[in-house]
């Protein structure tokens, strides 16, 4: 991949408990839902996206994007070692106006709003506090300076699913496809679509609900996500 230019934020979400269900499979599932959350959250919260045609409950499989090019977020590196780690690009402008720092305060918001969603983990109410703060950001036109400081503000966190959940054992079982009829692949979006720029907050959030499940459950109920690669651990 060619490296791109300027870069000033490179995000990282690492699983260091993906090793316990670790196999090709699981590795698409992960890559493809932190893909599905992103697409979802940029469509909520980035204007431009209201006649996107969103499922009514559960979101299939998806082979393409649903958002423009400029808006979507490339992978700059996979670890395959443990724990797995995966970095981003979110690239700067190198023009401080005009259409190329229009571009990167959209993907920049974009990837501001999806890191608290999925730091909001399974917490229905902080995913819908995730997007209207996204939302809110997009509509005051959020200057680069200050995307970019949001971004690299973003300390590395862990997030850990409650016990309770059961997600992590739902997710082990699903690795035996002898034992169950229904896995990631094969979740069906719902029959009766809805335009996007119809729904509430509330009503993106409760989309995403399968899908941060499943991502959570495959990654062993534990990640770490920081705003850029460089960021060490806070000293405690």
């Known amino acids: 991949m060619a490296e791109m230019a300027n870069p000033i934020a490179a995000p990282l979400v690492r699983f260091p408990r993906f090793a316990n269900l670790g196999d090709l499979n699981s590795l698409s599932i992960i890559v493809q839902d932190l893909s599905t959350i992103y697409d979802v959250t940029a469509i909520a919260v980035l204007p431009g996206y209201e006649r996107v045609q969103m499922p009514a409950t559960r979101i299939g499989p998806r082979r393409y994007s649903p958002l423009r090019s400029q808006d979507r977020l490339p992978i700059k590196s996979i670890s395959l070692a443990s724990p797995l780690e995966i970095v981003f690009w979110v690239a700067s402008s190198s023009a401080t106006l005009g259409v190329a720092a229009r571009g990167?305060?959209?993907?920049?918001?974009?990837?501001?709003?999806?890191?608290?969603?999925?730091?909001?983990?399974?917490?229905?109410?902080?995913?819908?506090?995730?997007?209207?703060?996204?939302?809110?950001?997009?509509?005051?036109?959020?200057?680069?300076?200050?995307?970019?400081?949001?971004?690299?503000?973003?300390?590395?966190?862990?997030?850990?699913?409650?016990?309770?959940?059961?997600?992590?054992?739902?997710?082990?079982?699903?690795?035996?496809?002898?034992?169950?009829?229904?896995?990631?692949?094969?979740?069906?979006?719902?029959?009766?679509?809805?335009?996007?720029?119809?729904?509430?907050?509330?009503?993106?959030?409760?989309?995403?609900?399968?899908?941060?499940?499943?991502?959570?459950?495959?990654?062993?109920?534990?990640?770490?996500?920081?705003?850029?690669?460089?960021?060490?651990?806070?000293?405690?």
């Open 104 to 236: 990167f305060n959209r993907v920049a918001l974009a990837v501001k709003a999806w890191m608290d969603v999925l730091v909001a983990n399974v917490d229905l109410q902080q995913r819908k506090q995730a997007l209207d703060q996204g939302r809110a950001m997009a509509s005051q036109q959020v200057l680069e300076a200050q995307l970019r400081n949001a971004l690299l503000r973003q300390q590395l966190q862990q997030i850990t699913v409650p016990s309770e959940h059961g997600l992590v054992v739902r997710a082990d079982d699903e690795i035996d496809f002898s034992s169950s009829e229904i896995n990631a692949g094969q979740t069906h979006a719902g029959t009766h679509p809805r335009w996007a720029g119809t729904m509430s907050n509330e009503e993106f959030a409760e989309l995403l609900h399968d899908t941060v499940d499943r991502l959570f459950g495959y990654a062993g109920g534990e990640l770490e996500i920081a705003g850029d690669e460089g960021i060490q651990p806070e000293s405690l």
